[in-house]
């Protein structure tokens, strides 16, 4: 990874540093609603085309980022909606208002380049006496797979136009899953919908992450507020008032490319905090031992192992060493584990059975993470001598060294 971040080029339809919102130029149908008209999304330097000649939907490299900004400011009006249809709570006097709770979607890639969002979640109501309310909104992922996951949009009905620590925590642990599966080359994208505090339009930012390799740290959290999105798709502009804002009946959609191409790729992005290692299972035992089971991007089902025993190393392939092979096929079958504590998981009580007991077990800590049936999950270190991973650990590492001679 560079050490320093590249020269920022501005893709999607983010306000330029004159304070001007870019326009779709060229290209044919589906223009945009630019403010200033004539602009694109790129900085424009000497050698470029005319600004109004270059169309962002004719290069799948700008057509992604142009269609996730308009799918990010085209929630506005759909949260605007899901607002109305809860009602008085959310709409007093028939005017809805994003000032009552968090509502949230996530960006589902389409066909070619296009993004949408999926179903609007309402969060739960906001107490608006209490300065450290935090809502408990969880976006319902209906529609939504790590093969057309692009990112995600919310409201912050306090006005932060910042992500919090959760929700940029969140975000990595998506961008993962989505890169594990093999997407290293691709952008992904949250945007924060900040309410404004006194009825005036609300003002999209938008952050992204990638394109980055899969096991690369992830990236710190924003400090300073991203990019504002051009809020064409919203339903009021900054001279209507307050009563305005019931403007669910005016739903404008933001203009996006409608047109198919291949994936694109992109740029790299550095990134400075370490957090657990996503894409592998570390372990150490109290003989000195060591094991890194790695994966790499979209390899499903396959996995290399470094071992380090007494200042030698083995490093193998599952596809070279059958019994490696059958160890991570022994891995796939090993039950799942349940945190305590003890007396209240299902099945406790005084007569449990006893687990098989291997007296000098050695100690084995594990760090890895662990997933729920949803494939959500959690970083985690597990230590301890007992147990299906200790045994399968101690017995890998056999495999390993059967495999054949050190390689150092
Ligand atoms: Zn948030």
């Not at 370490?274 to 890194?292: C, D, F, I, K, M």
Request: charged share 20%; net charge negative.
């Amino acid at each position: 990874m560079p050490d320093t971040l590249p020269d920022i080029e501005v893709f999607g339809q983010r306000r330029k540093p004159n304070g001007t919102f870019p326009q779709r130029g060229g290209g044919s149908g589906g223009g945009g609603l630019g403010d200033e008209g004539g602009e694109h999304q790129n900085e424009v330097g000497e050698n470029d085309p005319p600004p109004d000649q270059i169309d962002p939907c004719a290069d799948p490299e700008t057509a992604l980022p142009w269609n996730a900004d308009a799918a990010g400011a085209a929630a506005v009006p759909k949260f605007l909606l899901k607002a109305a249809e809860i009602g008085f709570a959310d709409a007093p006097n028939g005017v809805p208002t994003l000032l009552n709770r968090e509502y949230g979607s996530f960006l589902v890639r389409g066909s070619g380049q296009s993004v949408e969002t999926n179903q609007v979640t309402p969060g739960d109501v906001r107490d608006q006496t209490n300065p450290n309310w935090v809502s408990t909104l969880t976006i319902d992922p209906t529609g939504v797979t790590v093969a057309n996951y692009q990112g995600d949009v919310h409201s912050h009905p306090n006005g932060n136009e910042l992500p919090s620590q959760a929700d940029w925590d969140g975000f990595m642990a998506n961008n993962r899953a989505a890169r594990e599966s093999g997407r290293t080359g691709e952008t992904f994208y949250m945007y924060i919908i900040a309410v404004s505090q006194n009825c005036g339009p609300p003002t999209v930012r938008v952050y992204q992450d990638g394109p980055r390799a899969a096991n690369s740290p992830d990236p710190a959290r924003p400090t300073e507020v991203g990019p504002e999105v051009n809020p064409d798709a919203q339903p009021v502009s900054n001279s209507l008032t307050c009563r305005l804002c019931a403007g669910f009946g005016l739903i404008l959609l933001s203009a996006s490319c409608a047109s198919a191409y291949a994936a694109g790729e992109a740029r790299h992005q550095t990134a400075d905090t370490e957090r657990w290692p996503y894409t592998q299972l570390v372990a150490e035992n109290s003989l000195g031992h060591r094991l890194e089971i790695s994966t790499e991007a979209g390899a499903f089902n396959h996995a290399t192992a470094t071992l380090n025993v007494d200042g030698q190393t083995w490093r193998v392939a599952d596809s070279e060493c059958p019994r490696f092979r059958a160890a991570l096929d022994a891995f796939q079958a090993l039950p799942p584990l349940k945190p305590g504590p003890a007396l209240v998981l299902p099945g406790a009580s005084a007569e449990r059975p006893m687990p098989p007991y291997r007296p000098h077990g050695e100690r084995w800590t594990i760090r890895a993470h662990l997933y729920a049936p949803d494939w959500s999950s959690m970083e985690v270190e597990m230590r301890g001598s007992q147990g299906p991973y200790a045994f399968w650990l101690t017995d890998t590492v056999a495999a390993i060294r059967a495999c054949g001679p050190p390689a150092g």
